[in-house]
């Protein structure tokens, strides 16, 4: 117990451990356009990416699927092409008199999931590009490679 105990304390300075310990991604999404426009992309963006044709050439910007759509709360699944291991996604909205906050997160469903080469990040990241979301007035985003699995290695073109 005692060397299980220190091999704890040891690996808390781990750099591995500076990340989710579940490959998984939590972001945060800031727009000066009101909220149920944001939702109505990303709803209609996942739809568009319902079938495997959108990854024919490569990319994972296909196999979406809608669970569940309300004015607070968008939930979705992702299916990766090729493996066709599935993660889990939520957009939360939170309005407020001048912007549109949205919390994200995507979390892989395998169980062994550690490391995931930014996957759940472009989960979400691929929805808002495809929808043009990036390019719409306030758009910031913030996350982490502390609260997003291997953010700082993210290839959104190839995952």
């Known amino acids: 117990m005692r060397v299980l105990v220190v091999l704890v304390l040891i690996c808390l300075g781990c750099p591995a451990l500076s990340q989710p310990i579940h490959a998984s991604c939590s972001a945060t999404w800031f727009w000066t356009v009101p909220c149920p426009s944001i939702n109505s992309a990303l709803v209609n963006q996942i739809l568009a990416w319902k079938t495997a044709d959108g990854c024919k050439n490569g990319g994972e910007k ?11 709360e968008i939930k979705a699944k992702h299916t990766t092409p090729v493996h ?3 993660d889990d996604l939520s957009f939360s909205f939170v309005p407020d008199a001048s912007t549109c906050k949205v919390k ?3 979390s ?3 169980w062994y999931a550690v490391l ?3 996957t759940n990040f472009c989960n ?3 929805l808002i590009d495809g929808a043009g979301l990036d390019k719409q007035p306030g758009f910031t985003e913030t996350t982490s490679d ?3 699995t291997q953010y700082s290695s993210r290839d959104c073109e190839k995952y």
């Open 62 to 72: 296909c196999l979406y699927t809608l669970v569940s759509n309300t004015t607070t």
């Open 104 to 106: 994200g997160f995507s």
């Open 84 to 86: 066709m291991y599935v």
């Open 108 to 110: 892989s469903e395998v």
């Open 124 to 126: 979400m990241r691929n």
């Open 116 to 118: 995931d080469y930014g």
């Open 146 to 148: 502390t609260i997003c």
